[in-house]
């Protein structure tokens, strides 16, 4: 649904995350990888995955939210087309403009149960008139025979030549097939009736290329007529927890382990967003087992979202191993908080590869922040206008990095609800997403203008 709003925001921030006084002792690390299968990689791409030397990535200064998204969307492929049936195309992204094949409607509508008379006649001040016979949606209509009688019709028909006028059967009392209409009844000629071609004509375009088709659009395109549709294909995800203190929930736990949940909120967000093929695995901290998983999945998926994983300690491995399996890093860090650790890189045929940071706060911001909007673009949706809202109360804690903050909204006031730090997902629930503050020295007024995030 991938839903549009949901698309792709502008403005990247960071949440401050205050010291708790039951800070966490244990590493939250859930991995989550996306890799994203491309046809379309050149081949000098290929040539540089290929020749890239197995060393640490260079020091590289974190980039500021809008420059990684930018460097995400420029080096995502461009989404494959494919001709989907209509009644498999709910929340996909449109890859052609729909025409109407005909007026639409094609035909002066009825738009309320009634009697069709012509307008003339009432305004001259005519209140009886002899129903001449019932007219239904769907039968072809009659001629009305004499100007001063009636027809009675119902929503949808065809309006019977030789009218112009429908008279709602709330204004009339109908008794021996005549009909007697109430004094101060309006005239107007089209009263209750939809002109031919008053919603569309063919040549101009109902929808176009890069629409996400929710219910309403559904209907549009099969009001044109189209079985079926040229769509952007979605993304094979996978998800890919690491990490040998994660255990699933159900099964049997520790005192030193925790429950593997950062990889089950990143499935629930996409599948929130119409993304169907999302694969979901666990692999422990052995290097040639993780080596030996990826490289596989690599071949069969086109994104990987990895959760934690992908910083400097004894067994953060992913980093070495991506590098083994020829995945070239395009950046590490970005200038915001919660989830400043975050690595984006490009696989030898085009794949995409996430490594979110392993915090449950920062893994799920990240996500919605720049995962999910790079998708929509690689399949062409059309850039949604940025939600705005404003802050309900002032904010007393200017960063000089930006910061995502979860928020409850009342219409577009946004009431702050800053997490017990990053590893605080249980203050995520209740919330509506998150609005992003830019770098400020200051504070933030009440009414301040940020961008929000939907979860």
Known sequence: MLYPTELRAQQPRSVPAPVSCCARKVRICTTAVIAINSPWIDA????????????????????????AQQAIESRWPPAPVEQRP?????????????????????FDRVCMDGIAIKSSVLAQGQRLFTVEGT???????????????????????????GTDCVVPM????????????????ESRPYRNVQRRGEDSVPGIPMLTAGTRLGAPEIAVVASAGLASVAVSRQPKFLVVSTGDELVEPGQPIAAHQIRRSNAYSIVAALRARGFEDIGNEHIRDDEQTLSKRLRQQLNERDALILSGGVSHGKFDLVPKVLRDIGIQQVF????????????????????VVFGLPGNPVATLVCLIRYVIPGALAAMAASPGTPEQVT????FNTGRPISQ?????????????RPTNGPGDFLGLTGTDGFVELPPRSGDFPAGFAATFFRW
């Not at 209509?86 to 094609?106: H, K, M, S, W, Y």
């Open 44 to 67: 000098q791409h290929r040539r540089s995955a290929n020749q890239m030397p197995n060393l640490p990535p260079s020091p590289q200064s974190p980039l500021t939210p809008e420059a």
């Open 404 to 416: 995502f903050i979860p928020v409850v909204l009342k219409s577009t006031l946004a009431t702050l």
């Open 86 to 106: 209509l009644d498999q195309c709910t929340g996909r992204i449109l890859r052609q403009d729909v025409f109407a094949e005909r007026d639409n409607p094609p």
């Open 391 to 394: 802050l309900a109360e002032p």
């Open 170 to 185: 709330e204004q009339y009392d109908l008794a021996d097939g005549v009909a007697s209409v109430q004094d101060r009844v």
């Open 332 to 351: 590490y860090q970005v200038a915001h908080r919660p989830g400043k650790p975050l690595w984006f890189g490009v696989g030898p045929k085009g794949q």
């Open 135 to 161: 007219l239904q949606a769907g039968a072809p209509p009659p001629k009305l025979r004499n100007p001063e009688n009636a027809i009675e019709v119902m929503t949808g028909a065809m309006l019977p030549e």
